[in-house]
């Protein structure tokens, strides 16, 4: 499907709101949003302006970084990786419910340290027109700090940078959306390396399945899957039905769910 005429135009208003800052540092996950902004900015600006920063933790698989650090060497553009230390964050270890604003905050003022060492004075995100639906308490951190999000600005939605950036041979056109690991515990419950990585190992077995966009959030010992409707049916079918809920207790879950719900962004604040 080509991009639609309001997505052209949302392009368009990017490019524009990209020419004013001459140079900018973009906070670089590797997703899908980041990346479109990443190659928007650079065939608005060129390599020499622009400056990918990416933050190593383990809230993020690391997979995610390698394929960050790939996506910077096929546009040719300087990245700088930094350890974010998110375990040394009170608020996002004990899991409150504004952990994300305080973890983000973090991540964003070493990011800002590291761009003002290059001389890039403005920082942009990946944040889209999607964002402001949701409950999400990072998009404080964003304001408070002056982190640009043009993204959003230029009135951008997910479908449509999905399709500005298939039409562009982005190869991170359709990647499945990957929020922080930490959403995938139950506010309150106390977060630890050892948790993120289990959540991270189960939804990269069902990936390598052949499952698309999913979470798999832990309550305890039992993980709760929440696929996309497309693929309720066929994790229920008996031969991958008995697979995964092999391949999940492996990790040590004693139980192995599917949310009949199916996958949903942000399913931990329902409870808000």
């Not at 001459?22 to 670089?28: D, G, L, R, T």
């Not at 020499?48 to 390698?66: C, G, Y």
């Not at 050892?194 to 399945?209: N, Q, T």
Request: with cysteine.
């Amino acid at each position: 499907m080509e991009p639609s005429r309001a997505a052209v135009n949302k392009q368009k208003k990017l490019r524009h709101i990209l020419v004013e800052y001459k140079k900018v540092s973009i906070a670089f996950s590797g997703g899908a949003d980041s990346a479109f902004l990443l190659n928007e900015a650079t065939e608005t600006l060129g390599r020499e302006n622009v400056l990918a920063i990416t933050a190593r933790s383990p809230a993020f698989p690391e997979s995610e970084t390698k394929a960050a650090e790939m996506i910077c060497k096929e546009m040719g553009v300087e990245q700088i990786i930094f350890d974010a230390d998110v375990m040394s964050v009170k608020e996002f270890r004990e899991n409150s419910t504004d952990r994300c604003y305080h973890c983000k905050k973090a991540m964003l003022k070493k990011i800002e340290a590291l761009a003002k060492e290059k001389e890039f004075l403005i920082v942009a995100d990946g944040s889209n027109a999607d964002d402001v639906g949701d409950y999400r308490p990072g998009l404080k951190a964003l304001g408070e700090l002056g982190i640009k999000s043009p993204l959003k600005e230029a009135g951008l939605f997910k479908a449509e940078i999905r399709h500005l950036s298939k039409s562009a041979g982005l190869s991170t056109w359709n990647k499945p959306s990957l929020a922080c690991l930490a959403s995938r515990i139950p506010y309150g419950e106390k977060i630890d390396e050892k948790k993120l990585k289990l959540a991270g190992d189960a939804e990269e077995i069902l990936h390598d399945m052949g499952f698309g966009q999913l979470r798999v959030r832990i309550h305890g010992d039992i993980a709760r899957i929440e696929a996309q409707k497309d693929d309720l049916k066929k994790i229920t079918e008996e031969k991958i039905r008995i697979k995964v809920s092999s391949e999940l207790k492996k990790l040590g879950f004693t139980y192995v769910a599917v949310d009949l719900d199916g996958y949903r962004s942000g399913s931990m604040n329902e409870v808000l």
